[in-house]
């Protein structure tokens, strides 16, 4: 049997219902004039012959089938089908709502995958999940057991692989972003292993003031990305 989730965020509910309605099993809300966005939502479910059921106590709730992690086929696949792929490695990162995070940005940056380490590292939780407002549904969501052997792959793919990290010496603006890309990005203590480091073919990073000593990790790859996406616009 399928796995069902459910979620009363209504931005998430909204961007199920936009981009992948056959995912959304029912809506369940509280039966009475609605409010203008829960009007809309239940709007786009009848449009797409969304079961709607009423409960005195719920605003508004969606049962949904989640989109599960996926391996390295699916990344062979997107290399095959993209022309210019960006792909975002997250390494060793543990905290929940800084991947929802950054999955949130991905989405809104055109990234086609997300890779993550199969140890020490935060999957798709209810909580990621949650905070990426419906993000983690549209997003391919990889895990891999050797991050350091999947970048090798990208290279041998001809995806340059960029390293993020204060210790680079040039600036993420100072770099072209236009062709196939990989970031990978550290984890909140730690940073990239040195490993993958050596492995990256460049590093950059994002100047800031001496007096903070280093942004969010995911406002820091909100930053690259978005850099990236104003070039390949």
């Not at 350091?148 to 993420?172: D, M, P, W």
């Amino acid at each position: 049997m399928d796995r069902v989730l459910k979620t009363k965020d209504i931005n998430f509910i909204k961007t199920l219902l936009e981009n992948c309605p056959d995912k959304v099993k029912n809506i369940l809300t509280v039966n009475k004039q609605p409010e203008k966005r829960i009007a809309d939502i239940l709007a786009l479910a009848k449009k797409n012959s969304i079961s709607i059921s009423f409960d005195k106590n719920s605003r508004i709730e969606a049962s949904y089938s989640p989109r599960e992690v996926e391996d390295i086929n699916s990344l062979e696949k997107i290399l095959s089908d993209k022309k210019s792929p960006v792909i975002l490695l997250l390494d060793h990162l543990q905290d929940p709502q800084n991947i929802g995070s950054i999955m949130r940005s991905s989405l809104g940056a055109g990234v086609d995958a997300i890779i993550v380490p199969k140890k020490r590292a935060c999957h798709l939780t209810t909580s990621v999940r949650e905070v990426s407002k419906g993000a983690s549904e549209l997003l391919p969501f990889i895990v891999v057991s050797n991050m350091r052997n999947t970048v090798k792959y990208l290279k041998e793919n001809f995806i340059q692989v960029i390293a993020c990290s204060g210790k680079a010496e040039s600036n993420y603006f100072e770099i072209d972003m236009t062709g196939p890309i990989a970031f990978i990005m550290g984890s909140e203590e730690k940073g990239i292993q040195s490993l993958l480091e050596k492995e990256a073919d460049k590093m950059i990073k994002i100047p800031i003031e001496t007096k903070l000593e280093s942004l969010n990790v995911s406002n820091a790859t909100s930053v690259i990305l978005f850099e990236a996406k104003k070039q390949r616009i």
